[in-house]
């Protein structure tokens, strides 16, 4: 099993540019999040969905956007990127009906704006 | 709402020593508990977890939590610090999951670097 898999692992923009941060599990994993990781801040929430088609709001959800078309697939979109967005970026993954079975998190994404 | 506090955002001990590193939580519902572990540059790693079935949580590479409902604590420990432990620590909290819609979503604690002395 591959797990959960981002893309791409780094990536450098200029700001005003808008990307797509790539996120798939193969585990048939209903529920999927976003974090940010930021040096001494630890990992805080983007955004989440509970399955195909529903999403919401995180702690930090601006500036972000999410959609989840297909149970696999939790791409996270930035439209205008800006320095503060610089962070390591990780998706993870869990099961609806074994919530205490912790998460599987990618190996995340290292986002520079300039 | 919930919240975790992990106290020491540094943590240094002797290869061979106790490892103790403090997670303290506040949650209006029975939480799970969780501490990950994180390589530099590397992902997370899933540690150990509260769920309930035991205070008393055996993990991965000889680390153990205890569960205190009255401390509202998760405290994780290891009686033997090798070399490799070095790592930043992560405690995680996450609200029992519940029917009619659910929620999802683990809150963080902002970390401690645990650092080995030889």
């Known amino acids: 099993n591959a797990g959960v898999t981002q893309t791409p692992k780094f990536q450098v923009l200029k700001t005003g540019q808008s990307m797509t941060l790539q996120c798939a599990q193969d585990?048939?994993?209903?529920?999927m999040s976003w974090y940010r990781q930021d040096p001494g801040m630890g990992l805080r929430l983007i955004h989440y969905?509970?399955?195909?088609?529903?999403?919401d709001q995180g702690e930090v959800p601006n500036g972000y956007n999410v959609s989840r078309s297909t149970t696999e697939d939790f791409p996270l979109r930035l439209l205008s990127a800006a320095p503060s967005q610089t962070s390591v970026y990780f998706c993870?993954?869990?099961?609806?009906?074994?919530?205490?079975?912790?998460?599987?998190f990618g190996s995340g994404t290292r986002l520079t704006v300039v | 709402a919930q919240s975790v506090t992990q106290l020491g955002s540094h943590v240094s001990v002797s290869e061979g020593a106790l490892v103790l590193l403090r997670c303290n939580y506040s949650s209006s519902v029975p939480p799970y508990l969780f501490w990950y572990v994180q390589y530099p540059n590397q992902g997370l790693q899933l540690l150990l977890k509260y769920t309930s079935a035991a205070t008393l949580v055996k993990g991965i590479n000889g680390f153990e939590a205890e569960f205190k409902k009255s401390e509202t604590s998760f405290h994780l420990t290891k009686p033997s610090a090798h070399m490799s432990d070095a790592a930043e620590y992560f405690c995680a909290v996450k609200l029992v999951w519940y029917s009619g819609g659910g929620a999802d979503g683990l809150t963080f604690g902002k970390g401690t670097h645990l650092i080995i002395q030889p």
């Open positions: 993870a993954s869990s099961a609806r009906d074994r919530p205490n079975y912790g998460y599987t």
């Open positions: 585990m048939n994993h209903e529920y």
């Open positions: 969905s509970v399955g195909a088609g529903i999403t």
